[in-house]
Every structure is written in structure tokens, then in C-alpha cells.
């Protein structure tokens, strides 16, 4: 499979669909609607697939990215992927970690942008969601977009994680909740 970036860079990718890569017109709506609010933010990429949207983020300037995800053979190819489009003054770490148990050691860390692709017949939104409200994950005014399937309704709220937006794009819908509290 061939995957390209902004600026036309070609990505690595696992063969099959292991690793569901978000659609391209997906990713292009979610960079228009954070348009100048990447530069320069601290990203958090869950369930990160082949880092498509990290990469994305590095190349329109997030000044840093931490990848999570459970597949090996995944952060070798995010690893190699973020490598390639990286610049000097931005850093990047993929961790590979089930998301649910890996969250509560980010515990002090704030991330202006959080993207959350997990499989969308998984059980990972609520703890997931919970995780990032209990540990205090998003920075005030951050944002959080889950992608999930039009089917599948989020909760409007948890704790100080309020839907602010949502979009359906085919088979694919956006989530975005903001920091309220």
C-alpha cells in the first residue's frame, strides 16, 4: 500500500490491513480544521497504526510526538516513518505498550493535539477516554479527535472531556472533545 503525506512524502506501510491507515481525504479534513494549531504543538498518537498522523503533524511542524502502539512490527515502520520527516528541533518517541496500561505513566505530560485511531470493533474508547481526562492528558484548550465508526456514538462528556465537533467522512467519523475543565 502507498501512503504520501503532506509535502507529496511517501510513507512506509504493513502489508494487508493491520495497521487500517486513516484515509487520506480523513487526515486532509483533520489538518484543515487544526489549521495553525500544529506548529510548534506536543502531539500524542494512540493506537498509531503506521504513524501516518504523526508524520503528518511532524511535517506541518509539531514540535513533538509520542506514538503508542501494541504492534512491534508497527513501531519499526512509525519509527522509520517519523525518522524520514522529522527535523532537527523536533523529538519523537513511539512506545510500543498496550494503550489502556501505557497511559497512566504519561501522567504529567500535556499534549496540545491527541489523535485516537483504535480498531473500531476494539473496547478501547471509554478507558481510553477516562485515561486521558483521570491523568489529565490534554492540555487546556487542546483537542482530541477519536475516529470511530459513524455507527459507534462517544459519550458527550467524561469528566472534564467535552465533545466540541463531529464529522462523518464515509465510513469514517471524527470525535473532537476539548478540555473544559
Known sequence: MSLRIYGNRP?????GLATRPTPARVREALF???????????WLDLCAGSGAMGAEALSRG??????????????????QNWQRVAHGNQTFQVIRADVVKRLPALAGQ?????YFDPPYAGQLYQPVLEAIAHHHLLA????????HSPDYAL?????????CRQKTYGNTAL??????G
Not at 487544526?34 to 510548534?40: S, V
Not at 500535556?110 to 491527541?114: E, K, L, P, S, T
Not at 487546556?140 to 475516529?147: D, F, P, V
Open 155 to 163: 459519550p458527550e462528556a467524561i469528566a472534564s472531556l467535552q465533545i
Open 11 to 15: 510513507l512506509k506501510t504493513l502489508p
Open 140 to 147: 487546556t484548550n487542546g483537542e482530541l479527535a477519536a475516529e
Open 110 to 114: 500535556q499534549f496540545d493535539r491527541i
Open 62 to 79: 509539531a514540535s513533538a510526538i509520542v506514538g503508542i502502539e501494541q504492534s512491534g512490527a508497527a513501531c519499526t515502520v512509525i519509527q
Open 32 to 42: 484543515n480544521i487544526w489549521q495553525g494549531k500544529i506548529e510548534g504543538c506536543r
Open 175 to 180: 470525535t473532537f472533545y476539548r478540555n473544559v
